[in-house]
DNA sequence: CTGAAAGCGCTTACAG
DNA sequence: CTGAAAGCGCTTACAG
C-alpha cells in the first residue's frame, strides 16, 4: 500500500506528440480541430492517443481556454420529513446532459440570505465553474437579480417569479398550471364536484402556479372554490394532514382533495384515513411530484411527473446558448394516475391533450402497472 | 442583455501585487504561507486582496499544485419506487465537508459494468478529480481493486466485504449489525419472541451486515431464527409486501417484522394492514435508512439513522490522509423509534450503549417528537 | 496543412 | 523575509 504515496505522472500532450513524431500543435488539433488535419496525420496521432490512453489535462485546457467546463449546483439542505427526492432525480439528469457535453457538475451548498449568494461570486471570482443552474426558485428570487447584475450565467429551472415583468435570465419550468387543471378535468369527468386544494404559503412560486391551474380549472366548470383553498405553513406530512382536516371539517366537505406535493398529499391521505374513509374510494386524492412516496404508499398516490431530462438538457442549452436573450421554455409534466384517484379511464383518447399545451414528450397519461399489479 | 457576451476578466494575482506594491510571489505567500510575511506586509497584502475582492483561479493553482482540489462522486440512477434519499443527504453532507476544506465535490455517472470503470480511469486521467468517494458498495465490488491497482485514491462508504480477507481501500461504514441487534433486544423487552427479517438477496453488503446482527441477537435471546429470514429479489415495496406475507402465512407468524430497508418496511406495513392488523399494534415493523418515508407514514416507521455528516467527514480524512493505509472506520447509528415498533422506552438508561460498540455520537436512542406529536 | 512561440494564472524551489 | 525565474499542460493566433 505504500505504492499509493507514489502519484503517477499521467501522460501528457507532448508524449503523444513525441510518440506520433508530430508537433504538439499537431496532437492538439487532433483533439479540438481534427479537420485540419490531413486523415493520415490525424490516424497516427489518433492512435498514439489510444495507445498511451492520453486524456487532456483539464485544470490546463481551462487555463488556457478561460472556461471551467464545470457548473454550479447548490444542494440544498434537506429539511426534516420533507422529501426532495425529485431534485435526486434532477441531479442525476443534470449530470448525464452535462456528461454528453464533455463537462460535469460541481455540487456546493450555500447558506440562505446573502452570505450564500457570495459563495455563488466566489466560485466565479475563482473561474471554478462557468456559471450557474439554479432550482428550488422562489418568487423574485434575490439570485436572479444578484446574478444577472454580475454578468454571471446561469440558467433557472423554476420560472423567473418577478413581479416586475422583467425577466432576469433564462428559465426552464414545468407547467404545473396545466397540470393541475388536467386533474380537475378528470376528477370532475369522475363526478367530483367540490376539489379541494391543499397548498402551501412558501414563497416558491410553484406552489401559485399549482393552485392557479386548479382555480381556473374548476372555475371553468362551474365549481365553486371559496374555502376549498388551504394553506400550509411548512413542507411536511403533518401540516398536509392538518390542512386536511380543516377541509373535512367543512359542513360540505371536499369529495377530492388536490395537494401541491406528494408530502402534503400523503398528509391528506393520512387524515382521510383517520375518520375511517378510504383515499381513493370515498375522498380522492392527488399529489405533486411523483416522488418515491407516490408509489409507495397504499393506496398508490395519483401524482404529476416533472420531465426532468428534458428540464436538465434544456437548461444548459440556455445555458450555454451564444446569445445571452433570457428565454423561458415551458415545459408539459405527466400525469401518473393510481389508485388514490384513478382518472386514466375518464382522460382517455382527446383529452390527452390536456396534459400540456405543447407536448413534446411522451407526456400523455400513463398509469403505474407497478402499482396496478399490487 | 447583450451585456453578458462580454465576460469580465478576473481579478488575478498581478493585479493584486501591483495594487499593494510587492511581489507576485509575496502575495502567493499571503496565501499559502502567510507565516512567511511579516505582519505589515501580509497587512498590506490582505487589504489588496478584499479591496479587489481576488480569489486564486483554480485551474491555475491545480495546474501547479498537481491537485485538483475536487474528488468525484458517481450519482446512481435512481430506481423507480426506490428511494435513495440516504443518498440526497449524504451528498449534502459530502459537499459540505469538502467545503471546510476549500474542495468541492465533482459529480458524474457512470454505467454499470467495466466501462462504468473507465469513466472512473477518464476522470483520473484528467486529472479533473484527486479521487473518489463511493457508495452503494457491494460484496467484492469490482471498483475497489480497480482502483487500487491502479493506484488511484478512493474512499468508500461501505466496507470492503472481499471474501479474501484483504482490505483494497479504505472505508468507513455504519455498523448495522449492532443497530439491528439493538432493534431485536428492544422488541424482546418488548415481549415478541418471533422476530422476522426481510432481507435482500442483492449483493449489498449491508444487507448481510444487518441480518447477521438480527440473527445473532435472536440467538442470544435463544429466539430460534428459522424460516423467519425471507429475501427479496429487487428493492421495492411490492416485494417487501410479498416478502411479509409469505412470514405471515406461516402456522406460527413473527409478532415482530424487521426489514432492511425502509422500501421493504413500507411493503410489510402494507401487508400487515392488508389483512386487517394494525402496525405498531399486531405486529411490529421497523425500518432502516431514515429516509423522508419513515416519517411519513402512518404509523410512523421505527428506522435506524445513519450519521451522515460523519460518515462524509471521515471518508475525506481517508482519502486525504497522508498515509496511504487501508483504515476501516465503523460508526454506531442511531434508533429513531416510532409507533410502528415503540421501543424507547424498553431501551431507557444503561440499554443505550447497545446501539453501538464505540458511541462516538449522539448516536443515543431518539425519539421523533414531530411524530409523536401527531 | 503543419510548426515554433507566447500566454493562461498560479506555485515552488532558488537566490539575494 | 522578499524577489526574479522556471514550469505546470494546455490552446490559440501567427508564420511558413
Redesign the interface.
Known sequence: ????????R??TLRQVAERAAVSRQTVSNALNAPHRLEPATLAKVTKAIDEL????????R??ST?S?G?IG?C????R??????M???F??A???AM?SVGR??????APPGESGLNVY??LI????VDGFVLSDTERDDPRHRWLTKR?I?FASFGRVWSRTGREPGPWVDVDGAAACATLVDGLHALGHRRIGFVGWNGKLGAEEDRRRGWQQACERHGLRVGGLYVRCTED???EG?RAAQGLLDRAKPPTAIMAATD?FA?GVM?AV??RGARPGEDVAVTGFDDS??A????PGLTSVRQPVAEIAATALRLLYA?????EGVLLPAAIISRASADITTTLAGDDRRLVGADLRLDAGLSTDR?ES??
Do not use: C, W
Not at 490512453?53 to 490546463?60: E, K
Not at 451564444?322 to 433570457?326: A, M, V
Open positions: 500500500m505504500t505504492q499509493r504515496s507514489i502519484r503517477h499521467a501522460v490512453r492520453y486524456r487532456p489535462n483539464r485544470s490546463a481551462s487555463l478561460g471551467a464545470l449546483y444542494v440544498a439542505q434537506r426534516d420529513g420533507a422529501s426532495n427526492s431534485m435526486d432525480s441531479l442525476h443534470l449530470s448525464t456528461e460535469h457538475v460541481l455540487l456546493f451548498t461570486g466566489d471570482a475563482q473561474q471554478a454578468d450565467r411536511t406530512v403533518a394532514e408530502v400523503l393520512r384515513t383517520k418515491p412516496l408509489s409507495a404508499v397504499t451564444p446569445s445571452g436573450d433570457s407497478q399489479k399490487t
